[in-house]
């Protein structure tokens, strides 16, 4: 399994402010960059993923952008509102691996959009 | 379609006694896997099982043990728990296969648990 870093572990944005959190990982054979958005009192889902041979994805306001040779990929929400305040996940991993692989997370951000 | 099922939601322990949290799921999906949510610490992996059969430990299996009951159904086991195991579990899933969607976890809805 992967050892995972995010940084910072907390954020506090102003509405309408940019929030970046940063994934570090360490098996150079990922090839998969999920993030995971856990809203208070309920389960994590998948906002945004993208795979190693594209280096950046958006959908809408949120972009992940991925840098293999540094071993790390962000997560990028523009116009923050009150409903992205959130726990933010990274787990990346070797997809389609279907034998034996831990997905190990990281240990989340926390951010907390202020109107 | 119900994705992924936990039971049970809530439960109070007393140190010493044993119980088993369930997860099913319904997506016919080959790798299920448990993790604990504690403050600060994020999701860590206590189990997991990447197909049909197979177990295996995770960051932190101690005082827990698993079961693949078969592909929809796997279990976690805290055979004498302690105040240390009070947490929140998650159960996910994922189908882990060469196709759109595969890498996608899906989250059961969670289980609170206390050991006083």
């Known amino acids: 399994g992967e050892n995972v870093e995010q940084h910072p572990s907390t954020l506090s944005v102003q509405e309408g402010d940019s929030a970046v959190i940063k994934c570090t990982y360490s098996?150079?054979?990922?090839?998969?960059f999920p993030w995971y958005k856990q809203e208070l009192g309920k389960r994590p889902q998948l906002i945004i993923d993208?795979?190693?041979?594209?280096g950046e994805k958006k959908d809408q306001r949120i972009a992940v952008t991925l840098n293999k040779t540094a071993k790390h990929f962000s997560l990028h929400i523009t116009e923050t509102q009150p409903e992205d305040s959130a726990v933010y996940f990274c787990?990346?991993?070797?997809?389609?691996?279907?034998?034996?692989?831990?997905?190990?997370f990281g240990k989340g951000t926390s951010l907390l959009v202020t109107p | 379609n119900a994705g992924v099922t936990q039971t049970p939601k809530f439960q109070v322990l007393k140190t010493g006694q044993s119980m088993t949290l369930q997860c099913a799921q319904d997506?016919?999906?080959?790798?299920m896997y448990w993790y604990r949510q504690d403050p600060g610490m994020g999701l860590r992996l206590i189990y997991y099982?990447?197909?049909?059969?197979?177990?295996d430990k995770g960051e932190v299996p101690n005082g827990y043990n698993v079961s693949r009951l078969n592909k929809r159904e796997f279990s976690l086991r805290l055979e004498s728990a302690a105040p240390s195991q009070t947490s929140v579990y998650f159960c996910?899933?994922?189908?882990?296969?060469?196709?759109?969607?595969?890498?996608?976890?899906?989250f059961g809805a969670g289980s609170r648990l206390t050991v006083l």
């Open positions: 996910a899933s994922k189908r882990s296969t060469a196709t759109t969607g595969a890498n996608v976890l899906t």
């Open positions: 098996d150079s054979a990922s090839n998969y």
């Open positions: 993208i795979r190693s041979n594209v």
């Open positions: 787990a990346p991993y070797r997809r389609n691996s279907n034998s034996g692989y831990a997905l190990n």
């Open positions: 997506m016919n999906h080959n790798s």
């Open positions: 099982s990447a197909s049909e059969g197979t177990t």
